[in-house]
Nanobody, 121 residues
Framework: QVQLVESGGALVQPGGSLRLSCVASGSIFSSRYMAWYRQAPGKQRELVAR???????TYADSVKGRFTISRDNAKNTVYLQMNSLGPEDTAVYYCNADLWLRYATKWADYWGQGTQVTVSS
């Protein structure tokens, strides 16, 4: 069984920073991409950032220049460094990964349970 566990969510003041972490555990052979999504109250889930296995990254326009996604492939871990946070960043942040498990015959998509980020004074 694969498990994605997020950590690092907290209450932070506007202008502050947080670093989220997500560790994927299980019999993982390869990770094609790992990503962060978020969902704010009353809004649909949106892609925040994605790190592809070739090293490329993509970001939502709303976080460009403020957020940075990075990966540690050896640890099956993805990070999201969030700077200059504002109230609009308040959401549950979810880890997402496209993984090939050992003994599997296809890629599969996995999700974490989410971690709450609240930006408020």
């Amino acid at each position: 069984q694969v498990q994605l566990v997020e950590s690092g969510g907290a209450l932070v003041q506007p202008g502050g920073s947080l670093r989220l972490s997500c560790v994927a555990s299980g019999s993982i052979f390869s990770s094609r991409y790992m990503a962060w999504y978020r969902q704010a109250p009353g809004k649909q889930r949106e892609l925040v950032a994605r790190a592809i296995s070739d090293g490329s990254t993509t970001y939502a326009d709303s976080v460009k220049g403020r957020f940075t996604i990075s990966r540690d492939n050896a640890k099956n871990t993805v990070y999201l460094q969030m700077n200059s946070l504002g109230p609009e960043d308040t959401a549950v942040y979810y880890c997402n990964a496209d993984l090939w498990l050992r003994y599997a015959t296809k890629w599969a998509d996995y999700w974490g349970q989410g971690t709450q980020v609240t930006v408020s004074s």
